[in-house]
């Protein structure tokens, strides 16, 4: 039986990528103008990801002013545009890492209004921090206790309006989990009415984990992760985020796997452009300094992401956002080892890219 396709997941995903702007629509549309010779492959891709988007915004016409402080993407501060998890991902979405199986609108609701002070508590710090920071085990010790989480905040490096969404969101949690499951309960009804389009996207996803010998297979085989033998994983497939892989350390000792659905086909379909077009995208990911300097730093030894945080001075998600591009790109591996993601270069690919830098300019004249 397959369960980890997550109705609840979804009827979010669909919210955040429309106050985002970043529909599935909208990414379809963008691909094909730039890949117009793939369109027809690509429409046949996201077909059912196209399907479902359109009986939703025919469900939920109208965003209510509430879905900005629900849905919108906070991000971090000192010039770092990478996006933290949003507000109703936190308080009722897969994150918290509470559930093995995928639970209704209701469960959930229940579940999170269960929690204890501690659990609470564990639940902010994991929106805040990543969880293997060495400096947050000193929070984690102290959930559940008075002010844990303002002296969470004041120690953060998050700017000071997502603090103050934050306080609101944790003085103020059950109303909030309420009012956040009155603006879903639309979405996750239409989806459920959609039973025969959203589970034939969801399982097309896990047939691929199965093909490929389970979950940790296909991790290693399409994105270089290496999930560790003992932890417990989380899958979550999103047929609304068909460009998305996330992997995210738990609350309590487990690892979420968040993984869009055709994202596979859609590299492989981007990698199908010319040679130049492969190149520049290979550069312009290099063009970053700081990302080129952690590429070097893993190639020197593996390093984990607190090693890295405290190396080049930025955030754990500003860490987590280069080591993924990374990571995708083939350019760098990351494992699972003693409670810590370690990330280190892969060679292979980084001696690919090479040779195809000088075939690209190889020529037949001797000189």
């Known amino acids: 039986m397959i369960d980890y396709y997550y109705t609840l997941d979804d009827a979010i995903v669909y919210f955040t990528n429309r106050v985002a702007k970043t529909t599935v629509k909208e990414y379809y549309e963008a691909l094909a103008s730039k890949h117009p010779e793939l369109k027809k492959q690509l ?24 879905c900005e402080f ?9 010039g770092n545009s990478q996006p933290l998890w949003n507000a109703a991902g936190m308080l009722l979405g897969y994150s918290a890492g509470l559930s093995l199986s995928p639970q209704s609108l209701d469960e959930a609701i229940e579940k999170r209004l269960a929690l204890s002070p501690a659990q609470k508590d564990k639940l902010f710090l994991s929106y805040m921090f990543d969880l293997e920071d060495t400096g947050v085990k000193a929070l984690l010790a102290d959930a559940g206790k008075k002010g844990c989480i303002t002296e969470a905040l004041s120690v953060s490096r998050l700017n ?9 969101l944790y003085d103020h949690f059950a109303e909030h989990i309420k009012r956040l499951a009155e603006l879903l309960r639309p979405a996750v009804e239409t989806i459920e009415k959609s039973t025969a389009v959203y589970e034939a996207a969801a399982l097309e996803q896990a047939s691929r984990f199965e093909a490929a010998g389970g979950l940790a297979a296909y991790m290693i085989s399409n994105h270089s992760f290496h999930l560790n033998d003992t932890g417990s994983h989380i899958a979550h497939i999103s047929v609304l985020a068909p460009h998305t892989v996330n992997i995210r350390d738990g609350i309590f000792d487990s690892m979420d796997i968040y993984v869009g659905i055709g994202v596979v086909e859609l590299s492989r379909i981007l990698l199908q452009g ?45 860490v987590s956002y280069h080591m993924t591009k990374l990571v995708l790109s083939g350019l760098a591996e990351s494992y699972f080892e003693g409670g810590k993601s370690y990330f280190r270069a892969n060679m292979k690919g980084i001696l690919a890219l090479e040779k195809s ?3 690209y300019f190889a020529t037949n004249t001797k000189r």
Request: with cysteine.
């Open 160 to 168: 000071s309006l997502t603090r103050i969404k934050l306080h609101e």
């Open 43 to 66: 429409e046949q891709i996201l077909a059912p990801s196209l399907e479902l988007e359109r009986l939703l915004d025919a469900a939920i016409p109208n965003m209510d002013q509430e």
């Open 70 to 78: 629900f849905f919108g993407l906070d991000r971090s501060t000192e």
């Open 274 to 318: 010319s040679e130049s077009e492969h190149l520049s995208a290979m550069f312009k990911l290099l063009s970053d300094a700081t990302r080129l300097e952690m590429l070097k730093c893993i190639s020197e030894r593996p390093m984990y992401g607190q090693e890295l945080v405290e190396k080049f001075s930025v955030t754990a998600p500003t």
């Open 357 to 359: 830098f000088r075939d």
